[in-house]
């Protein structure tokens, strides 16, 4: 095979340009110096230069999860790639594919080179049990292979993060002959046509079945399938908290979200009550797979869209298949199917969304007058606000959690949470990414001041970028989950003041639009100035933290005294 002449700069950068990536979110460093070198001479190439390296990763992981495609994270070597770590790790619970890139300390390194530490290797190696696959490049002429394998694995079966290691000096211009880059499609799991079968036949017997849909839904592009599927079966569709909109909220078959740490026992009743639950898009040996199978009586099959070599226990099928594959599969071995009449079933959902909705309102009325206000009226006026096909991106916070609980996420919405690393700061850098993979959509972004102090620096970017959204901060100068953890459980809240300084100032310091609202009354007025600003905008919502969490239990103790 013929070779060509290339620096690691532009070797990089070809593999990148074969891969179609338009989009990297890195900061520069001395390391990776060659890449960006070559980076300047190729416009197809947007760089988004953030202030700091977890905001690149978190950016990186948005736009895999919108795209499908890798996120490209590009930062130096030491601090530039332990400073993104976390951001990587959530792009592995969350099933994004990224492709993270790192400079590091030459292989022939001397102990205490800069940025170097006892063990030159040990870069990659910290990378190991958050990626699927962490690797350092040793020789040059390997790195082409190396980015197409990386590439590759991001996208296959299960996405998620790879971590790619590039040992180089700043100022290392030679030119090596390497073999052309030869891209490699990702690998889907197909499905095993007789596990399917099986599955169809237990479906297609079944008086009352339940589809239980996980993170391979949004991963796969299987959402419009799976409601297809539901209907076919008049299935009441559960997911855990993170996958929120897999099913639209409003659906007659929409039946809620089930976590841990909020109980929700109408979904239990509804997974006892079911002779079969359909588990699809899920990881074996997980927390969410344990729920299930702690409530569910009935037949459990189970379509995992990784391999983990451990199989679920009890379930009657269990195969793992690409999750759009598979209920693509499934639909078409149930069409012409004679559905039982579900009218019993979807008049009970239907209760209890009506209950649910009355029992909601009926908690924020409780607290009209509390000053600082509830965080749920900010979250209720602000859906009247949104756009039909607005991304709403959350964050981990008190006001994450009414945010989850008030919205509504209809068909075409998409709501965004840091999923189960639970990443702190992630709204603002998912937003800014959001808006660029879908400048035509309105973005905004729900965060607390807590989270978005650890993330505060790429405020600017936003303008930077032209990325016009809305951040919307519910402030209560608290580490607010917190303190409601320490008073509940403890002797009293300790250590979670925050010195907030003014987010409004900040905000219009570096370009943005900024409202601040102490009054439930002056709500609707900012959220309407700040989508029309034009530009980036940000309000700060004096919010009070010692309000209690959302409770699905008090729901349903409502819908059961209607009943």
């Given amino acids: 095979m013929s070779t060509q002449s290339h620096t690691v700069g532009t070797a990089v950068v070809d593999a990148l340009l074969a891969e179609g990536v338009e989009t990297i979110f890195g900061l520069p460093g001395s390391h990776v110096l060659p890449i960006y070198d070559a980076l300047r001479d190729v416009p197809a190439i947007r760089h988004i230069t953030v202030k700091h390296e977890n905001n690149a990763a978190l950016m990186a992981d948005m736009y895999g999860r919108l795209t499908r495609r890798p996120g490209v994270c590009l930062v130096t070597a030491g601090p530039g790639a332990t400073n993104s770590i976390s951001g990587v790790a959530q792009a592995f619970t969350a099933a994004s594919p990224v492709v993270h890139l790192s400079g590091t300390v030459p292989v022939d390194a001397d102990r205490e080179a800069f940025h170097g530490v006892e063990k030159p290797d040990f870069l990659y190696r910290m990378f190991t049990d958050i990626t699927k696959w962490s690797v350092r490049v040793e020789r040059f002429s390997d790195l082409p292979a190396v980015l197409a394998e990386a590439f590759h694995l991001?996208?296959?079966?299960?996405?998620?993060?790879?971590?790619?290691?590039?040992?180089?000096?700043?100022?290392?211009?030679?030119?090596?002959?390497?073999?052309?880059?030869?891209?490699?499609?990702?690998?889907?799991?197909?499905?095993?046509?007789?596990?399917?079968?099986?599955?169809?036949?237990?479906?297609?017997?079944?008086?009352?079945?339940?589809?239980?849909?996980?993170?391979?839904?949004?991963?796969?592009?299987?959402?419009?399938?799976l409601v297809d599927l539901a209907e076919r079966l008049s299935a009441p569709v559960v997911y855990p908290m993170y996958e929120a909109g897999v099913i639209p909220d409003d659906h007659p078959l929409s039946a809620g979200y089930f976590y841990s740490w909020t109980a929700n026992p109408f979904v239990y009743d509804l997974l006892r009550d079911a002779d079969v639950v359909l588990s699809v898009g899920f990881l074996r040996e997980t927390e969410s797979v344990h729920i299930l199978r702690r409530h569910l009586t009935g037949r459990h099959l189970f379509i995992a869209f990784d391999d983990t070599g451990?199989?679920?226990?009890?379930?009657?099928?269990?195969?793992?298949?690409?999750?759009?594959?598979?209920?693509?599969?499934?639909?078409?071995?149930?069409?012409?199917?004679?559905?039982?009449?579900?009218?019993?079933?979807?008049?009970?959902?239907?209760?209890?969304?009506?209950?649910?909705?009355?029992?909601?309102?009926?908690?924020?009325?409780?607290?009209?007058?509390?000053?600082?206000?509830?965080?749920?009226?900010?979250?209720?006026?602000?859906?009247?606000?949104?756009?039909?096909?607005?991304?709403?991106?959350?964050?981990?916070?008190?006001?994450?959690?009414?945010?989850?609980?008030?919205?509504?996420?209809?068909?075409?919405?998409?709501?965004?949470?840091?999923?189960?690393?639970?990443?702190?700061?992630?709204?603002?850098?998912?937003?800014?990414?959001?808006?660029?993979?879908?400048?035509?959509?309105?973005?905004?972004?729900?965060?607390?001041?807590g989270c978005l102090l650890m993330a505060l620096s790429d405020l600017g970017t936003a303008v930077t970028e032209q990325a016009n959204i809305v951040l919307v901060v519910l402030a209560d100068h608290q580490y607010g989950m917190i303190h409601n953890m320490q008073t509940s459980a403890y002797r009293g809240p300790y250590a979670t003041f925050l010195g907030t300084p003014d987010l409004v100032k900040l905000a219009e310091s570096v370009g943005l639009a900024g409202f601040r609202v102490d009054d439930p009354a002056d709500l609707a007025d900012a959220f309407a100035q700040a989508c029309a600003a034009g530009r980036p905008a940000l309000v700060e919502v004096m919010a009070h933290h010692e309000v209690p969490s959302p409770s699905l239990a008090r729901l349903y103790a409502r819908f059961q005294e209607a009943k």
């Fill in 154 to 225: 991001a996208t296959s079966g299960r996405p998620g993060p790879v971590h790619v290691e590039v040992p180089l000096r700043w100022d290392e211009p030679e030119t090596v002959e390497v073999r052309p880059y030869q891209r490699r499609p990702p690998a889907r799991f197909q499905p095993d046509q007789a596990a399917l079968d099986r599955v169809a036949s237990t479906l297609r017997a079944a008086r009352a079945p339940v589809i239980a849909a996980g993170p391979g839904v949004f991963a796969t592009g299987a959402s419009r399938e």
């Fill in 310 to 449: 451990k199989r679920v226990a009890d379930a009657a099928v269990d195969t793992t298949a690409d999750t759009r594959l598979a209920v693509c599969g499934l639909i078409e071995r149930l069409r012409g199917r004679t559905v039982a009449s579900g009218d019993q079933l979807v008049a009970r959902l239907a209760e209890y969304r009506r209950v649910a909705a009355e029992t909601k309102l009926q908690t924020l009325e409780e607290y009209e007058s509390l000053r600082p206000m509830h965080f749920g009226l900010a979250v209720r006026e602000l859906a009247n606000h949104l756009d039909p096909d607005a991304i709403v991106v959350g964050d981990v916070s008190n006001g994450a959690s009414w945010l989850q609980h008030l919205l509504t996420v209809r068909a075409g919405m998409r709501l965004i949470l840091p999923g189960r690393w639970g990443e702190m700061g992630f709204a603002l850098p998912g937003a800014i990414a959001a808006k660029l993979v879908h400048p035509d959509r309105q973005v905004v972004g729900v965060t607390g001041d």
